[in-house]
């Protein structure tokens, strides 16, 4: 049962335009979301998270935004850069047996063209 | 302030052979999980210590195991390796305090092929 879905895995996007990534959940219980940026060869890096309660939080060129009526969120990069060009993982946070157990979603590769 | 440190990075191994993998935190750090990442499924979580004490468990057999010592490292251990166990295995450290308390911290990984 996959509760974070990632459903494009891969996107491409023209350098200077916007890049939208999208994920969606099934659980409501949810108390925070993530989203993490993955290099080849390396691990993920932590990008930019947002509360449940909130629904936008913005951090340079990166802005997340939650739905929760429609358990959809998307992270904006404006404008794209080529070292942007990675695989993106969204990623829920759920308060559970004393600590926060964190559920990914499959990624999406985001390759920026220059 | 160092990373998650993995060793190895890269290991070889044939079917029903076991492995080791080893994971330094970051320092202050006393929580560590584990992650499986193959092509198609994401990031599977295998389990989290704290404390030398496993506080969740993943949805995998029990060939997989781990352990965490007094400093925090942790290691996992797969035995009777199966070609399926093929995968980039990631370890994250999570704690000391702060906004960043809970914000994960991954590693290189170790990236195992079983033939």
């Known amino acids: 049962d996959q509760q974070v879905k990632q459903n494009s895995p891969s996107l491409s996007v023209q350098e200077g335009r916007i890049s939208i990534l999208n994920c969606d959940y099934t659980?409501?219980?949810?108390?925070?979301f993530l989203w993490y940026k993955k290099y080849p060869a390396e691990g993920p890096t932590f990008l930019i998270s947002?509360?449940?309660?909130?629904d936008k939080n913005e951090d340079g060129r990166f802005t997340v935004f939650l739905n929760k009526s429609a358990k959809h969120l998307s992270l904006h990069i404006v404008p794209s850069q080529p070292g942007d060009s990675a695989v993106y993982f969204c990623?829920?946070?759920?308060?559970?047996?004393?600590?926060?157990?964190?559920?990914f979603g499959t990624g999406t590769r985001l390759k920026v063209l220059a | 302030k160092a990373g998650v440190t993995q060793t190895p990075r890269y290991l070889i191994k044939t079917r029903g052979q076991q492995v080791t993998l080893s994971c330094s935190p970051i320092?202050?750090?006393?929580?560590v999980s584990w992650y499986q990442q193959t092509p198609g499924q994401g990031l599977q979580f295998l389990f989290e210590?704290?404390?030398?004490?496993?506080?969740n468990k993943g949805n995998f057999p029990g060939r997989f195991s781990g352990r965490q010592f007094s400093n925090s490292r942790s290691e996992m251990n797969v035995s009777t390796l199966e070609l399926g166990d093929s995968a980039l295995y990631l370890c994250?450290?999570?704690?000391?305090?702060?906004?960043?308390?809970?914000?994960?911290?991954f590693g290189a990984g170790s990236r195992l092929t079983v033939l």
């Open positions: 990623a829920a946070m759920v308060y559970t047996s004393g600590t926060y157990k964190y559920i």
């Open positions: 659980n409501s219980m949810f108390d925070y």
């Open positions: 947002i509360s449940s309660i909130k």
């Open positions: 320092s202050g750090h006393r929580s």
């Open positions: 210590y704290f404390s030398e004490t496993q506080r």
């Open positions: 994250a450290s999570m704690g000391g305090g702060g906004s960043g308390a809970n914000v994960l911290t």
